[in-house]
């Protein structure tokens, strides 16, 4: 049964009786409302709803699992935590998070991971419970994803980089890398080499954090001037990571080649002949906002338009053929 206490009555009070009671408060501030999809991942954390005179009343106690119906009601009103267990909820968070996505990685690969690697991104860097250390939880992520990434805490502080940046450009980046995983674990590629292309995969467009945020997360065409401001992201990419970082080669090279063409017609360069990796993540981050991202000029594509356009662009011998069929054979199955 659920009742309320005296407002004499504390927090630590509380917690030493253990009892199935509220917490009152005059201050919004003392809770954090969390997610209605994330519920069910929080075992250990008491959870609460706000009476309609804002006191704090338990709606979980610490250790019990919320069954069915309890999940429904939860459903229809908001949930919160209480801000002094902030640290706690988002370690929980962030572990559940993980154990899901290993289990995912491990029964059905990286295709179906990327909408939790993107929950799992975004609530470390950006969620109300990043404020505290939730984003320690983040290299365990970047571990899983890479069997053993030795350089996952670098990693991580790009990504978080990469956040302030753009949060957009963070839910790119995953996209990239849940895609380019797929085409390694479908074709074959070897560990070591998959996770020199995840982690280009993730870094490609780091240098969009020398890019003005107005231009990098408009949904209107560029203008002239904001295009040739934005192409210089290749080359600031390339040099972030050669300066602050201690990854493979490529990784830099992706950075900057990836907008290259086999034309001639990419930039910044210009080249006609660049590294596989470059190729693939160039395809992959040409297809990605095809796919995932409206425009005030276009809409969304379905994976097969957007694949159309892409072949377009293959037969103009843009792209390399057999890497765009071996793409196709991912996204199309």
Partial sequence: MLFLISRFETAEDIDSKNA????????????????????????????????????GVLFKKKGDHLNKALISEAKAMNIYIRAKDKFLASQELLNALNMDLAKQVANKGVRSVRLILCDIVQEALNG???????????????????????????LFEALARISTASPIMVEHSVNVLAIALLYCCIHGIGIDEA???????????????????????????????????????????HDIIKKDTQFDGIVATVALEHHEKLDGSGYPWGVKTMSFESQLIGLIDSYEPLTYRDKSFRKAKKPFDALSVLKDEVVARQYDKTIFKNLCTCLMK
């Fill in 20 to 55: 199935d009671v509220s917490i009152t408060t005059k201050y919004m501030s003392d809770f954090i409302q969390i997610k209605k999809s994330q519920l069910t991942l929080y075992k250990e954390v008491p959870l609460y709803y706000l009476s309609e005179k804002g006191e």
């Fill in 128 to 154: 109300d419970l990043a404020q505290t250390d939730t984003a320690r939880a983040l290299p365990e992520t970047i571990e899983i994803m890479f069997f053993g990434q030795s350089k996952n805490k670098e």
């Fill in 195 to 237: 996770r020199k292309i995840g982690v280009a995969a993730l870094l490609h467009d780091i240098g969009i954090t020398g890019i003005d945020r107005s231009i990098v997360e408009s949904d209107q065409k560029l203008s002239d001037k904001a295009f040739n401001a934005y192409k210089t992201h290749t080359i600031k990419g």
